[in-house]
Each structure stands twice: as structure tokens, then as C-alpha cells.
Nanobody, 120 residues
Framework: QVQLVESGGGLVQAGGSLRLSCVAS????????MGWYRQAPGKQRELVAT???????NYADSVKGRFTISRGNAQNTVYLGMNNLRPEDTAVYYC??????????????WGQGTQVTVSS
């Protein structure tokens, strides 16, 4: 099993910044990718940003230029720097990890989520 623990959410005014952190632990074989997804009330969970083992990044169009995803030196940590936050960024943010086993099977894990609220 793999456990993901997120931190860094909170309440911020529009235009402000937050930094989310996620630390993975447990039976990690090979991390294909780590990333952040979010889910606003009444909406489906959506991709925010991902980073692969080779540091290739992918962002939702709505956050490009404002959010930055990065991996820590320990490689089992991922951060999401969020600048110029907007009320529409309000959501529960979930950390995601794709773990590849030796037989190439990939398992996906989720954190418990951290609330980000942006007031106007």
C-alpha cells in the first residue's frame, strides 16, 4: 500500500498564493507520475497538474501560468505552487500517485484531500 499525505490548503483572498505539499510513503516501487487533481462542489474531479518521473509536466489550461508543480529532492514528494488564485480555484485538492510494479502493472493512489478556499 502507498499512503499520500497532503498539507498546505487553507483560506486565501483572490490574488493570493498557497503552496500544497504531498508526501508519499509505503510500498513504492517506481513512481510513474505524481500530480494534483481538484473537485469543486457539484463538479467532477479534474486534473490540475502532473509531473512524471522524467520531470515532464502537464497543466490544465485554467491554471497555466499561475500554478507550478515540482518534485522534491526525495522524489516521493510533490508540490503545487499556486499564485494569483481566483475564487473559481476553490476546491478540495487531491494528491495522486501512479506506482509501477516490476511486472509493469500500474496502481493509482489518492490522498485524503486538502481544502483550498479563495474568497473574492
Amino acid at each position: 500500500q502507498v499512503q499520500l499525505v497532503e498539507s498546505g490548503g487553507g483560506l486565501v483572498q483572490a490574488g493570493g498564493s498557497l503552496r500544497l505539499s504531498c508526501v508519499a510513503s509505503g510500498s513504492i516501487s517506481y513512481i510513474d507520475s505524481m500530480g494534483w487533481y481538484r473537485q469543486a462542489p457539484g463538479k467532477q474531479r479534474e486534473l490540475v497538474a502532473t509531473v512524471t518521473a522524467t520531470d515532464s509536466t502537464n497543466y490544465a489550461d485554467s491554471v497555466k501560468g499561475r500554478f507550478t508543480i515540482s518534485r522534491g529532492n526525495a522524489q516521493n514528494t510533490v508540490y503545487l505552487g499556486m499564485n494569483n488564485l481566483r475564487p473559481e480555484d476553490t476546491a478540495v485538492y487531491y494528491c495522486n500517485l501512479k506506482n509501477r510494479l516490476r511486472d509493469a502493472t500500474v496502481y493509482e493512489y489518492w490522498g485524503q484531500g486538502t481544502q483550498v478556499t479563495v474568497s473574492s
